[in-house]
């Protein structure tokens, strides 16, 4: 079975630092892996897409990578703000076609002024 | 709002009310799921629905029960839960079940069961 492990659980930074949220999966048969954020009280907006036969996808301030063979994917986030200040979640699909995301608990991060 | 609406945002429930949950997006989308988020653990997938089909019931207790009417509305309809079922219940849509990305998240239902 497999199953999404996120470290660390909670982030304080002070605005301007650069920093990375870490993903890693059990299973490395995995299809794509997604980065969400989530704000408190709210559902979930998707950040970066990342098939399984690429290395890292990028969005602004965003970078994303993956190495599918240690089963590890990392967010890394420039010039932090306090605008980034939300739960950022990892989540992988198995398979193409079967609809199942598998999702990490989640990291919680607070940029502070 | 994100192009899926849920209704209510608050729900608060008696072991024996019934009740429902509501889910709706207009953005062309044919596929709609319904997650789980308890605190301290991951989002669970409860449902999916794909052109009005259910393709998925993750082994969910039958005190919920989903409704799909059409490609643009999806219930929870919901009977003698527990106050374990307590969390925050989000929709999703995406175009299509089989294709992998694109999912739109509605900000959810926080419900709890007294």
């Known amino acids: 079975k497999q199953e999404v492990t996120q470290i660390p659980a909670a982030l304080s930074v002070p605005e301007g630092e650069n920093l990375v949220l870490n993903c890693s999966f059990t299973d490395s048969a995995i299809y794509n892996l997604q980065w969400f954020r989530q704000d408190p009280g709210k559902g979930l907006t998707s950040l970066l897409l990342?098939?399984?036969?690429?290395r890292e996808q990028t969005s602004g301030r965003l970078n994303a990578s993956l190495d599918k063979s240690s089963g590890r994917s990392t967010l890394y986030i420039a010039a932090s703000q306090p605008g980034d200040s939300a739960t950022y979640l990892c989540?992988?699909?198995?398979?193409?076609?079967?609809?199942?995301?598998?999702f990490g608990k989640g990291t919680m991060l607070l940029v502070s002024p | 709002e994100t192009g899926v609406t849920q209704t209510p945002r608050h729900l608060v429930m008696g072991m024996t009310n019934k009740k429902s949950l509501k889910c709706e997006q207009h953005?062309?989308?044919?596929?709609m799921y319904w997650y789980k988020q308890s605190a301290k653990k991951p989002l669970e997938l409860m449902f999916v629905?794909?052109?009005?089909?259910?393709?998925e019931n993750n082994s969910v207790p039958s005190r919920f029960s989903p409704e799909c009417p059409n490609s643009s509305h999806l219930f929870l309809h919901l009977h003698t839960l527990q106050p374990e079922d307590s969390a925050l219940y989000l929709c999703?849509?995406?175009?299509?079940?089989?294709?992998?990305?694109?999912?739109?998240f509605g900000s959810g239902t926080r419900l709890t069961v007294v």
């Open positions: 990342i098939q399984s036969s690429q």
């Open positions: 989540a992988v699909k198995i398979a193409p076609g079967y609809s199942t995301l598998t």
């Open positions: 953005l062309g989308h044919n596929a």
């Open positions: 629905y794909n052109f009005k089909e259910q393709t």
């Open positions: 999703a849509s995406s175009q299509d079940s089989r294709i992998n990305y694109g999912y739109t």
